[in-house]
């Protein structure tokens, strides 16, 4: 009998990563995922007390893919406007991991206030107080309504009910900034 194949920790969510990003976290249980890794579910349950500690820890790895396209595309004298819109294009470019992240229950439940103090929103939100001449105030209110706006943009090229160009997009958030600020 050959021996068994050892399956890492980093294997599993490696490969729970690609499911999610090319099926959908809906797609993603131990059966195919062990499919997946040409093994039986021992070693996921080895690794990990159940399906849900290994979809945070998978989380991590998508918060990282998230993270870079962000600041790939980020303009920090224009915060506000290129996060917003990387938002957008991150929901057209990587829609299921778009949707792990911000449709589906991988994330907790945050009420406006925590999303506001939220660590990497304070950078933007302080550039929106200097580039705009806002108050701490004013500055939290335009971040709070094109962060929601933006969402709901991008839920819906999520969904598939709408589709939009770069430019389209672009002048939505553009259009957005004005009309709050």
């Known amino acids: 009998m050959p021996p068994r194949p050892k399956v890492s920790k980093e294997d599993i969510i490696d490969k729970a990563y690609i499911i999610i990003k090319e099926e959908g976290i809906e797609q993603l249980n131990a059966r195919s995922l062990a499919s997946q890794l040409g093994c039986s579910t021992q070693p996921i349950f080895k690794n990990f007390k159940n399906m849900e500690e290994l979809k945070q820890s998978t989380k991590k790895k998508i ?107 672009e002048e939505l958030v553009r259009n957005a900034i004005d009309r709050f600020k």
């Open 63 to 169: 918060d990282e893919q998230y993270d870079a396209f962000i600041l790939k595309h980020i303009d920090s004298n224009d915060a506000l406007f290129t996060v917003a819109s990387a938002y957008i294009h991150f929901a057209s470019e990587e829609k299921h991991l778009f949707g792990a992240l911000f449709v589906h229950p991988l994330i907790e439940s945050r009420n406006v206030s925590e999303v506001l103090t939220s660590s990497w929103n304070l950078e933007t939100i302080a550039n929106c107080q200097k580039q705009y001449a806002l108050s701490r105030k004013q500055a939290e209110d335009l971040y709070r309504d094109v962060r929601f706006y933006s969402h709901g943009i991008a839920a819906q090229i999520y969904a598939g009910t709408i589709i939009l160009s770069k430019g389209e997009i």
